[in-house]
């Protein structure tokens, strides 16, 4: 059975950097693509980046310019690194494969 387990989050001032990291159980991961999404309190999920077994990547185009998604195959890892964090930023952020949730890490944009 496949596992996703995210870690990485925190709090963070504005203007600062967090990477997010999301570890897959099983194989299945490492063949189809790995997204990010997040979702802020009192909104609905909203999908952020996506990449490929290939290495294809998109992004949103609310945190394009910013957030950078990549994958490391052997490791089974999605990464999400955020720069230039926002406050509007803070959500939880989930990971996502194949109809397989993470737990969610917990991003908070504060001063």
């Known amino acids: 059975q496949v596992q996703l387990v995210e870690s990485g989050g925190g709090l963070v001032q504005p203007g600062e950097s967090l990477r997010l990291s999301c570890a897959a159980s099983g194989s299945i991961c490492g063949i189809n693509p790995m997204a990010w999404h997040r979702q802020a309190p009192g909104k609905q999920r909203e999908w952020i980046a996506t990449v490929t077994s290939g290495g294809t990547t998109n992004v949103a185009g609310s945190v394009k310019g910013r957030f950078t998604i990549s994958r490391d195959n052997a490791k089974k890892t999605v990464y999400l690194q955020m720069n230039s964090l926002k406050p509007e930023d803070t959500a939880v952020y989930y990971c996502?494969?194949?109809?397989?949730w993470g737990q969610g890490t917990q991003v908070t944009v504060s001063s």
């Open positions: 996502y494969c194949q109809k397989i």
